[in-house]
């Protein structure tokens, strides 16, 4: 799946049960938090994330472009779901990202595909290096 993303459409920390990712940036670069490591990933690099490691990311560039692997495949579905046609190749304006789509909706989508979010306590023990604000800081921007 190839995604472009922007500061503020970062998910929230989760873990997969069923599928191990794949990032390949093709442009732009994010940190990326998987339990007791902290990663900066740029253009040209990748990362692997496997399954029932808990992890999230930060976007960093204005704008992120990824080819993501999904092994086996299928959480695709999750995002196809809420999803709609580009109209244009440039990022939409007032798109739902993941900072102000309703998060229990967003959890009980990406749940019927094995992913889990995780609790702010979760994230404390299980991301110790993810920024404690990062998350509840594009809440509260939207007011969720």
């Known amino acids: 799946m190839e995604a472009t993303l922007a500061p503020g459409n970062d998910p929230p920390p989760h873990v997969h049960s069923r599928e191990d990712e794949l990032f ?3 442009e732009g670069a994010f940190d990326v938090y998987i339990r007791e490591e902290a990663f900066t ?3 040209g690099e990748c990362i692997f994330l496997p399954r029932f490691k808990p992890h999230a990311f930060i976007i960093r560039s204005p704008r992120l472009r990824l080819l993501t692997l999904f092994s086996p495949g299928g959480l695709e579905d999750a995002f196809r779901s809420a999803s709609f046609p580009a109209q244009q190749l440039d990022l939409p304006k007032g798109a739902v ?16 595909c094995g992913v889990r979010l995780l609790a702010p306590d979760e994230i404390a023990e299980q991301l110790p290096l993810y920024p404690k604000t990062a998350f509840t800081e594009s809440r509260q ?3 969720q």
């Open 24 to 26: 390949y940036v093709l």
């Open 41 to 43: 990933v740029e253009s």
């Open 97 to 112: 990202t993941y900072s102000t789509a309703d998060l229990e909706q967003t959890a009980q989508r990406l749940s019927n």
């Open 141 to 143: 921007r939207t007011g």
